[in-house]
């Protein structure tokens, strides 16, 4: 005798059941504190990131109760949100930290400009450890928060 197997039926995802719509950045930043603070103890943020630094709409879906039409970037190592425009800085952040956390991991002291009253990154140090693929454009600045990199001059 054969039996017929009873077909599953798929689960809709959330991207073919909540409606498309525009998402401020402040709202996905919402969303994300949301998130977080549902995550169970040990589970990182960057669960949410792609390897694209693009975010992972799927998971935040129930929170926005909608998908964004924008395309949005996080940095995996800060966190931090950033719009379509600012994918570069997206990257650059990351790159920058990574290579301040090896040089002080290395060192043992922050790669500063020398007597640079905002903690200025200093990228000859970083090169001559051979730990940046380029130079940024840009300039970049060691908080006292964990030793993370901001790209706002501070105050």
């Known amino acids: 005798m054969f039996w017929k197997r009873k077909k599953k039926e798929k689960t809709p995802s959330p991207e073919e059941t909540l409606p498309v719509r525009h998402v401020s950045i402040d709202e996905l930043r919402e969303a994300v504190h949301k998130y977080a603070d549902s995550l169970p103890k040990g589970v990182q943020l960057s669960v949410i990131i792609n390897e694209d630094l693009t975010m992972n709409y799927e ?5 926005l109760k909608a998908i964004p039409k924008e395309t949005y970037y996080m940095s995996r190592e800060t966190y931090e949100i950033f719009e379509e425009k600012d994918k570069q800085l ?8 990574k290579a301040v956390d090896k040089y002080v991991q ?26 940046l693929p380029y130079r940024p454009d840009r300039d970049f600045y060691i908080t ?5 990199i901001t790209h706002r001059k501070p105050q």
């Not at 009253?117 to 090169?127: A, D, F, G, M, T």
């Open 90 to 97: 997206a990257e650059e952040l990351d790159m920058i930290q």
């Open 106 to 131: 290395q060192k043992k002291e922050l790669p500063v400009i020398e007597g640079d009253p905002y903690h200025r990154v200093s990228y000859l140090k970083l090169e001559k450890l051979n730990l």
């Open 59 to 63: 998971l935040l879906a129930p929170f």
């Open 144 to 148: 006292d928060e964990e030793f993370l």
